[in-house]
C-alpha cells in the first residue's frame, strides 16, 4: 500500500483546507486510517482517524474544527479543516492507525497565518 496526502495551502486564520490520502491496493477499505501532523519541532502527533464504517475521533485540539471522512470507492481519504489557527501550521500525513513505518509518505504541507 501507498500513502500520498495531498492539499498542501497557505491560509489565513479562520480559514479552511481540505487534504487528501490516496491509496493504492485494494485492502485499504479495511483500515483505520489516521491522520498525523508535525509541527516545526514538535513531535508527530494524531489529529483523528476513521474507521473502515465511518466512525469517527479526535484529538482535543481539533475537535469541532476537523472532521475526516472517506470514500472507498476511491481508496481516499480527507481531512476537512476548519476555523484554522496559527498552531495548526504542521506538515499532515495519513497512514493507518496504528501508524506502520513503512506507509509514512512526504505529507503536505499545511501554513496558516496572516
Known amino acids: 500500500v501507498q500513502l500520498q496526502a495531498s492539499g498542501e495551502g497557505l491560509v489565513q486564520p479562520g480559514g479552511s483546507l481540505r487534504l487528501s490520502c490516496a491509496a493504492s491496493?485494494?485492502?485499504?477499505?479495511?483500515?483505520?486510517m489516521g491522520w498525523y501532523r508535525q509541527a516545526p519541532g514538535k513531535q508527530r502527533e494524531l489529529v483523528g482517524s476513521i474507521t473502515s464504517g465511518g466512525s469517527t475521533d479526535y484529538a482535543d485540539s481539533v475537535k469541532g474544527r476537523f472532521a475526516i471522512s472517506r470514500d472507498n470507492a476511491k481508496n481516499t481519504v480527507y481531512l476537512q479543516m476548519n476555523n484554522l489557527k496559527p498552531e495548526d501550521t504542521a506538515v499532515y500525513y495519513c497512514?493507518?492507525?496504528?501508524?506502520?513505518?513503512?506507509?509514512w509518505g512526504q505529507g503536505t504541507l499545511v501554513t496558516v497565518s496572516s
Open positions: 497512514n493507518r492507525r496504528p501508524a506502520v513505518d513503512q506507509f
Open positions: 491496493g485494494s485492502i485499504f477499505r479495511f483500515y483505520v
